[in-house]
């Protein structure tokens, strides 16, 4: 049958068990005034029983009883014969005549919350007896036949259902049963795809051979990264803090640039312990413009801002710590377009709250810089999967390449500079002095070109302060890979910068070297790259 073609569908009878009871006694009173049977398992049976509703228990519909602790319950023909089977064929009739089986005509399910178990660390176990096999069963029998049944698996289409069989007395039509089996069969496969995901993760597979992904829709943005671009926003099973579970607490809706340059910042501040200094960053374009810790967060925020003070109009601002009211009021002197903190203290939210236009997410803690994890990025036809750059050095990795070993205050300032170049888009440069950057070059097709931009940003910092000198004078300087050629040091050692922290690795390392000796800089390598594309 082509389904422009049918007439609206009369509800006579609905099945009914859902986990998420919200809304179900309205639907089920509404049902039960226009006369539907409804039938119902367990507890969903019992709440509807219990508001006066008349209800059917699944046991006396099919007669068998649940078993296996309810794993065995609505697995049956009684069951799946009324949802799959089709009206307009006659052996389908005849075969529910002669079992004794009856037509449903609504379906309203939704599922053991896996995700929600998986999300607050629930055991192996407990996570397995939460993977529903009942409810996508059914779910997928009524979306398949959507011709002649209804499918309903999110309770905020309970008002569209009583709307719906309001207009068409007691029916529903084709159109709404389409878009019913849409949603349904896009739950289905975002559910079974969180299981997948976790098992995988569980099993230590992170390439497995079907790659499955669990993400539900958490926001229609008003646009993408342009006015002509659509875009959404979805999380996914993975709890990891950050954008996908903060709280905003102000300010306009969330931008796709929004998010996306939200998460580069605070992905970086958590690269610094809050327990050892408060630390500021700074995004604009996904890419830092400044970084800076500090005993005080408003101190950070000050010197992070000195970085670049004309780049942070309109950009974000992550901390490690909970906004206190001092560098509230900083931030709000800029125009900025999100705030992102563990927390913010009440006087904060108050100062904050003076500037209404100000994004402010609040996430209750920071992402762990150095957990596993997979990043996908889309290609035509197809997905780039990696494991998340977790890379974290300490002192005793760096191996000393260079005549002149750096002094501790350059060794901490070579830690701070790679830990930021790890979040700058490559061909990424990095001065820092003092716990804080001093220019960033980012994004260049080569090297020296970064080098140069990063310097000159330095020098422009240096003049917006007042100061006659460039501030990458004494710095240190980072590079997320290695130098191919002695130009771009050399650039780096003209801009001031004494001591160099690098990948190694280049078939010219030791020209490298030799011309940092010459220099009369001290160079350390890391072994390790951070390419950023």
Request: charged share 20%; proline share 5%.
């Amino acid at each position: 049958m082509d389904p422009d073609d049918q007439k609206p569908v009369q509800i006579k009878r609905a099945l009914i068990s859902v986990t998420d009871k919200t809304g179900v006694i309205e639907l089920a009173r509404f049902l039960a005034e226009r006369e539907v049977e409804i039938v119902s398992t367990g507890g969903t049976a019992g709440v509807l029983a219990d508001a006066g509703i008349p209800v059917v228990q699944i046991s006396d519909y099919t007669g068998f009883p649940e078993i296996m602790d309810g794993r065995v319950k609505t697995l049956h023909p009684i069951v799946h014969g009324g949802l799959l089977s089709r009206r307009d064929m006659d052996d389908h009739v005849e075969a529910m005549t002669l079992h004794g089986i009856g037509a449903i005509d609504l379906l309203v399910v939704n599922l053991y919350p896996f995700v929600e178990t998986v999300a607050r660390n629930a055991d192996f176990d407990a996570s397995v007896e939460n993977i529903d096999i009942g409810g996508p069963a059914m779910i997928r029998s009524a979306a398949k036949n959507h011709d002649f049944v209804a499918v309903v698996v999110d309770p905020a289409d309970y008002a569209d259902i009583i709307d719906v069989m309001t207009m068409f007395d007691g029916a529903t039509p084709v159109d709404l049963r389409r878009r019913l089996a849409a949603k349904a069969f896009s739950l289905i496969a975002g559910y079974d795809g969180a299981i997948a995901e976790w098992l995988n993760r569980e099993l230590n597979l992170p390439f497995p051979q079907w790659l499955s992904i669990g993400a539900r829709l958490r926001q229609v943005l008003r646009y993408g990264e342009n006015p002509h671009q659509q875009a959404a926003f979805y999380t996914t099973a993975r709890t990891r803090i950050g954008i996908a579970t903060a709280t905003q607490i102000q300010g306009k809706e969330l931008s796709y640039n929004n998010l996306n340059d939200t998460d580069a910042a605070y992905e970086l501040v958590a690269e610094f312990n809050p327990d050892t200094a408060a630390a500021i960053v700074i995004v604009k374009h996904a890419n830092p413009s400044g970084v800076a810790s500090g005993d005080s967060l408003s101190a950070a925020y000050e010197r992070a801002l000195a970085c670049d003070p004309v780049s942070a109009f309109g950009g974000i601002v992550a901390s490690n710590r909970p906004l206190d009211a001092a560098t509230a009021e900083a931030i709000i002197q800029v125009f900025t377009e999100v705030v992102i903190a563990p927390d913010a203290e009440p006087q904060a939210r108050e100062i904050l709250a003076a500037k209404p236009n100000i994004r402010v997410l609040l996430t209750g803690g920071l992402p762990d810089p150095v957990r596993q994890g997979m990043v996908l990025k889309a290609v035509a036809g197809g997905i780039l999967v990696q494991t998340r750059d977790s890379g974290r050095l300490n002192l005793g990795e760096l191996l000393s390449v260079t005549r002149r070993e750096p002094n501790q205050d350059e060794l901490m300032d070579l830690l701070f500079a790679f830990r930021v170049c790890k979040h700058v888009k490559s061909n990424a440069i990095v001065y820092a002095r003092a716990a804080m950057t001093v220019g960033i070059g980012a994004g260049q097709m080569s090297r020296v070109d970064s080098v140069l931009i990063a310097a000159r940003k330095g020098a422009e910092a240096a003049r917006a302060a007042g100061d006659a000198e460039t501030w990458t004078k004494g710095s240190v300087v980072a590079s997320d890979a290695f130098f191919p050629f002695a130009d771009g040091l050399m650039a780096a050692a003209e801009a001031g910068a004494t001591a160099v922290i690098q990948p190694g690795g280049s078939i010219r390392d030791d020209e490298i070297i030799a011309a940092a000796d010459e220099a009369g800089l001290a160079m350390v390598f890391t072994g390790i790259r951070h390419f950023r594309h």
